[in-house]
Nanobody, 119 residues
């Protein structure tokens, strides 16, 4: 079982930046084969994709990102970071890290970290 811990959330003013980090631990046999990602869930809304990064470095972003966020991974450290810039109040949500083994149903989620953007 893989355990994920997010950090870096907090309160920031609109236009500001935050860097979220996800640290993976546990039974990680080949993290380079796994997709890492970030999702978010705002109050009263469904969870939505923020960004994912495959083991080969291919990334995917939610439509709302529009160049403001960047996901990265460091397989040697078992981490996945999300650099967020030009934050808006609409970005306020709990941000969750996820690890996924492609071609399988295996997903594991972190507990989430709160991001609040004030206007």
């Amino acid at each position: 079982q893989v355990h994920l811990v997010e950090s870096g959330g907090g309160l920031v003013q609109a236009g500001g930046s935050l860097r979220l980090s996800c640290a993976a631990s546990g039974s990680i046999h080949s993290i380079s084969d796994m997709d890492l990602g970030w999702y978010r869930q705002a109050q009263g809304k469904q969870r939505e994709l923020v960004a994912t990064i495959r083991g080969d470095g291919i990334t995917e972003y939610g439509n709302f990102v529009r160049g403001r966020f960047a996901i990265s991974r460091d397989d040697a450290k078992f981490t996945a970071d999300l650099q967020m810039t030009s934050l808006k109040p609409d970005d306020t949500a709990v941000y969750y890290c996820v690890i996924h083994l492609p071609g399988t149903e295996y997903h594991n989620w972190g507990q989430g970290t709160q991001v609040t953007v004030s206007s």
